[in-house]
């Protein structure tokens, strides 16, 4: 670990950590990011938000005599609100955010500034993450190995780029306003990572997957979690869908490649993640108090939840027609 006490020296990377009562889970990480292994200089800036256990107590014994690490209070509940307030306190010129249940690996930092160097363009990028725990269900990890570029101004797809492992350029975080603080987990609409994602892109600014930056990811989470972190991944996309649906200038480009993610779920389970992610649209556009949108949007809503079970319904009688068929041929055969 670089230790640099001099407030003065220009900070490379800030590496920014939000946590919320598990003060029990954090050894893993503060391992991991006393093993960082670089000549750069970093901070690591933890936010503590509204922790109720024993965190705040934890953290501060851990950073005694560590003068690499900062903790901050966050008292609004949120992730978005968390990260917003971590990256406003941060002194790098590279912002990088990673879970508190995420354990970087060595060269996180001089990869995070190779990434970086490589791409000029960038505003944003994303990086590898591993499942730490092969018992663990195969889920929020990407072990992408080949360079992904995403278009500044365009529609990128929720989950391609994720806030286990995801770092900006300050500029591009001023440029496009830093995180929402009113999204992420904690709140009704957990999407702060693919709303910061899309935000930096419309301010103009590439945004690319870099296999270089690695984490691993301990999340814990069994096949019987499942279910309930797939529904709360459908309101996050229902909520950014919103988001950028009600702003003018994203609003055509988000719709069709929201239409264009549910003509490929043409299937019942596809049908729910549509209704769900409807829904959750509803219930942030209600939020910002945009009735007149809101009355717009639900017949067509209605119209297009409409035309997909019809869809699905067809699609589903033609599969089975086909296994039939299928079925048939082989007795013939036989």
Known sequence: MTVDADPTREIEVSIVICTRNRASRLSGTLGALRALSTG??????WVDNASTDDTAAVLQREFAHDAVSRYILGEQIGLGAARNLGWQ?????????????????PDYVD????AFADHPDAGVIGGRILLHNPKHAQVTIDEGQTVRKYQRRSYVRPGVLQGANIAFRRDALVAANGMDPELGAGTPFP?????????????????YFDPRPIVRHDHGRTVADMPALLRSYDRGRGSFYAKYILRPDTRLTILLGW???AWHRRNWAGLRVLRIEMATAAQYTRSKRRYGALLIAMPIGA???????VVTCASEALSRLAKQLNAHSRRLKA
């Open 303 to 309: 119209l297009v939840l409409s035309f997909q079970f």
């Open 191 to 207: 999407c702060e990572d693919i709303d910061a994602i899309v935000a930096v892109l419309w301010a103009g600014y590439e945004g």
């Open 89 to 105: 306190n941060a002194r790098g010129r590279i912002v990088a955010f990673t879970d508190d249940d995420c354990y970087p690996s």
């Open 40 to 45: 750069r200089h970093y901070e690591v800036i």
């Open 111 to 114: 990869a995070i500034l190779a």
């Open 259 to 261: 239409l264009w993610s």
